[in-house]
């Protein structure tokens, strides 16, 4: 049996809600006996539903959150939103964890500026778990700091270093430092300055990644600062898509090749599985007071499931005290 | 027929030289009976070479700028190697263009010091045309400035834009900022502040390219630091290549799956060549006085022919005389 968790999660969350934020937590609850959810959002949404679900507890909010809303202010405003509240039930100890869907940004304010920062982190970073085939690998920050100092990015790499070993069960994982050379000597003045402090630092630095690097599998950690991360993860997952759009074009385009999609189908639909990003559900902001796991805005009620267990894994593992005692 | 234009060529650029820069050279030659080819490397090399290629010139050099060293520094020592010879020759009116697919850093620091910029330029940048199915894509900066300032990025979109014009083809080329986010608060400090003076300077500027939108066609232009750049175009190759690879492996799982890939392997083949880098051939440097064309390490002997062909192009299409007027 699992520790019991609770977990708050965003009705409103993703592009898709409620709707599919009620197929997966519905999905989540039953997969996992010792998951609890309080479920925040409008009465008439959240009420019904509670009361046909056990392990399932309604927090109504009057509030919402828009995707184009400045993050922070509007965590500011308006209090009585279900980000600021699923946030604030963390904060209060009545869930160990929030998931949401809904606006990253505002996800990562309210995560920060209600749950608190972990004592001794200078910026919470998100991470993010890059579904390759060859290994996993944990890419962070991927957008909670556009700009960043090198003595970040240390914490950065230990926070992400504690969550490649505490949930991915990476031993003593290798980090690099994404930046556009190998050589130490290589990169932007802020790359070259973080090189030299992670080198100091860190006994698991190995060295600088390239953007070829990073799905390769030479590293289980690569650090960078929000902006380049985000940029990076959007590039992935563009690359991929085009490609696979192209791909699904020949396979339509003619009767022989009708028949070899069909040949293939089963091993190209394991392939899309192991880089889904929806089998992660969710990117973790390391370095606050509990958990607080971001998934897409377009998540599916499968990527929302995986997003609430992926919540209850990230509490279960405690790396979040484990975070508070080494960074 | 065409304009005749003298490009000067490193017979020691790559990883593969001089043995496939020599094929590359002969093939260029074979297609284009109006270009001539200063070959300038060891005199064994390109001396027999010349001797027995018609428009093919030797200028031995003595001595030779290897990867790893410090390309500026190479750069002014070295005033006999390959790189700088080839440079030179374009600065005293010999040669029109150079190629190289040598250190990029060293054709940089190369093209910039010794061939000099074009006036009023404050920083020549790297583009690269993204070989993108759905349209082509100039991305610049790709690693010429790893730190940058906003003004400079208004030259690289005015520039990048006249190279998509009157290379490509493209009438008034869309123009988009590298960012994380669509909105124009978006991003890093500066992200925001490039974006304000890009708005402000250009009227083709469409506003921020998140990373998925780099090969969605959204934009014909998109510009950036050379950090961002590089990461991002290293990014799509690394991508490209790791889906590849499992395809390939998938395709020789099974004989039912041998089977299908015989069958969509011709279309297959045109889709990886829509995506060749090699098809380019090269990147140039704009902003110098002169063409400075720069290939892939690994390119083979038709990527070298390419990037030779696209030398000549770039000169004949004036784009270095429009750069002058218009920035």
């Known amino acids: 049996m699992a520790d019991k968790v609770t977990i708050s999660v965003d009705a409103l969350g993703g592009d898709n809600a409620p709707g599919v934020v009620l197929e997966g937590v519905e999905a989540a609850l039953a997969q996992d006996a010792d998951l609890e959810v309080i479920l925040c959002g409008p009465a008439e949404v959240v009420e019904p539903f509670a009361d046909s679900h056990e392990r399932c507890i309604a927090r109504a909010t009057t509030e919402v959150i828009a995707m184009a809303e400045h993050p922070a202010n509007a965590v500011r405003k308006k ?31 309210a995560g920060t500026l209600v749950m608190g920062r972990q004592k001794g982190i200078a910026r919470p970073a998100l991470a993010t778990v890059l579904p390759s085939p060859v290994k996993p690998v944990v890419l ?107 791909l699904k074009g020949i396979f339509k385009s003619s009767l022989k090749n009708k028949i070899a999609a069909l040949l293939i189908k089963g091993d190209l639909k394991k392939l899309l599985g192991t880089i889904d990003p929806d089998a992660a559900g969710g990117a973790p902001l390391l370095g606050v007071k509990g958990a607080c796991i971001v998934g897409h805005g377009s998540s599916n009620a499968r990527a929302i499931k995986n997003g609430v267990l992926a919540s209850a894994a990230y509490v279960r593992s405690g790396v979040s005290e484990i975070i508070a005692q080494t960074v």
């Not at 963390?90 to 809904?102: C, D, I, L, M, T």
């Not at 953007?211 to 960078?224: A, P, T």
Request: glycine letters at 12%.
């Open 79 to 109: 209090k009585d939103s279900s980000i600021v509240v699923g946030c604030r039930l963390v904060k209060e100890g009545v869930a160990q964890g929030f998931f949401s869907a809904g606006s990253t940004g505002a996800c990562l304010a």
């Open 140 to 246: 962070c920050d991927v957008g909670a700091n556009a700009d960043c100092k090198p003595e970040y990015l240390v914490q950065f790499a230990k926070m992400a270093s504690a969550y490649a070993e505490h949930l991915l069960g990476v031993k003593d994982p290798s980090v690099g430092l994404l930046n556009i050379g190998e050589e130490e000597e290589k990169g932007s003045a802020f790359a070259q300055e973080t090189h030299a402090l992670l080198k100091q630092e860190l006994a698991n630095f190995k060295g600088n990644a390239e953007g070829r690097d990073v799905l390769s599998g030479s590293f289980d950690v690569i650090v960078c600062d929000g902006f380049t991360g985000n940029v990076c993860l959007k590039t992935i997952e563009g690359t991929a898509k085009m490609l696979f759009g192209q």
